[in-house]
């Protein structure tokens, strides 16, 4: 028998090690099991749910449930999709995402029916929820969208609340000054790309550490916006309305699809901050993945010496993005003023640039990953408001901490999932 019969029957005799499948979906879908069981022993009354807005195309009737029943079949069906996930764990397979969407979105059905039931005069409204929800998430998604350019170059952008925070500031005082906020929505990504630059003077010309970097330049920006808050824009009702009057850009109805139930004022009853973020997520996730730009870019963030070897300027790569990442935030956080027809106020970023940069990596650094985590976080934090006015039995502590619960719960859940692009926050050369 030759050498190489023998080579090939003892690597055939060896086993194949199956690496095992992590628990994470089979207990966590357990796990919502167990907390929808106890809503549905809670659940008493009936649930009044409304679908439609008074501007609809065709109007949907607010619908009433049994809270009891409602929640006991969806347990059912949770208990199924329990078992079903470790069946697949046995054979070292994991659920698809979309069971992982579905599992939440029943679950966060039990949760809705249990707050509602038993109110005769409460209705759970699914339509402002979802739309609310929406809104929310747009200075996210900006935020998690200038996180990913600036990453996937090499840059850690942790100065995302301070550009949220510059633009907003910025955006609310340019459209006070000119009577105009079509204007002030250009000036507000001009603020965030004049905080990127001191980052990138700092970070990425001295060499300075990015976290660091990007922390202090949160605080500076905080200190700076509420000196000239405190000093110039609440100084008095004359200059109150002179520089920080609450300006708001105009709602843009789409004709036909804004009519539409549901889906109609969610999407299509925005401002144009709105439509041009869905423009921005479709165009940098095809750069990004599908040209020679989003090429470049992506390699200096992986392996900068192998971009510099065939010509790519890491350097001039790195400032660039650094930037463009810095005018999309600063464009996000125009949706706290202008976007709102709100005046700016001390520290109104609230900590929406950390859970940006959490919706960043658990989106896997992609614009559109970043989207729907994105969108979580911002339904999180609008079912916390909602649950405040229908009047939630459960304690107010609880439900303000529901955004921020989460959070943490979807990047310990799934940030082992994702990687970080190598070389992000190493200098070069």
């Excluded at 023998?6 to 005799?13: F, I, K, L, N």
């Excluded at 350019?149 to 301070?162: D, F, K, P, R, Y």
């Excluded at 001295?206 to 110039?232: A, E, H, K, P």
């Excluded at 105009?250 to 889906?263: M, N, R």
């Amino acid at each position: 028998m030759s050498i190489v019969a023998v080579a090939t029957r003892e690597q055939d005799s060896v086993p194949t090690v199956v690496p095992p499948v992590s628990l994470k979906a089979a207990v966590t879908y357990t796990v919502a099991v167990v907390l929808s069981a106890l809503l549905a022993f809670a659940s008493h009354g009936r649930t009044t749910f409304q679908l439609g807005t008074s501007g609809d195309f065709v109007q949907i009737p607010n619908f009433s449930v049994s809270a009891e029943v409602t929640n006991w079949v969806l347990t059912i069906f949770l208990v199924a999709t329990a078992v079903w996930a470790w069946r697949l764990r046995a054979v070292h397979r994991v659920p698809p995402v979309w069971m992982h969407a579905l599992v939440g979105f029943v679950f966060i059905l039990v949760f809705l029916t249990w707050a509602g039931a038993g109110r005769d005069s409460t209705v759970v409204p699914l339509a402002t929820l979802l739309a609310g929800a929406l809104s929310l998430s747009v200075p996210l998604i900006f935020g998690s969208m200038a996180g990913s350019v600036g990453e996937h170059s090499g840059t850690i952008n942790i100065a995302i609340e301070g550009q949220l925070l510059f633009g907003a500031f910025l955006g609310a005082v340019v459209a006070s000054a000119t009577h105009a906020s079509w204007v002030g929505l250009i000036a507000a990504p001009i603020a965030g790309m004049a905080v990127s630059l001191l980052l990138v003077l700092f970070g990425i010309k001295y060499r300075v550490d990015q976290i660091i970097v990007g922390v202090v330049l949160n605080v500076l920006v905080l200190g700076l916006t509420s000196f000239f808050y405190s000093t110039v824009l609440n100084a008095s009702p004359e200059t109150r309305e002179q520089w920080n009057s609450g300006l708001s850009l105009p709602t843009i109805d789409v004709p036909v699809l804004s009519s539409i139930p549901i889906i109609g004022p969610v999407f299509f009853r925005q401002t144009i901050l709105v439509y041009i973020m869905y423009v921005v997520v479709v165009v940098l996730q095809f750069m990004m993945f599908h040209s020679r730009w989003g090429l470049r870019m992506r390699s200096v963030g992986e392996h900068p010496q192998a971009a510099d070897t065939v010509g790519i300027n890491v350097m001039r790569t790195r400032i660039r993005n650094a930037i463009l990442g810095g005018a999309l935030a600063g464009m996000g956080g125009a949706f706290f003023t202008i976007g709102h027809g709100l005046a700016f106020s001390k520290d109104m970023a609230s900590g929406n640039g950390y859970i940006a940069l959490a919706a960043m990596i658990l989106g896997g650094w992609s614009p559109i990953g970043g989207v729907a985590a994105a969108l979580l976080f911002g339904f999180a934090m609008n079912l916390g408001y909602t649950l405040s006015i229908i009047g939630s039995p459960m304690p107010s502590q609880i439900v303000l901490m529901i955004p921020y619960v989460v959070t943490i719960l979807a990047i310990a859940g799934f940030v082992g999932k994702v990687r970080a692009p190598a070389a992000e926050g190493v200098p070069y050369p």
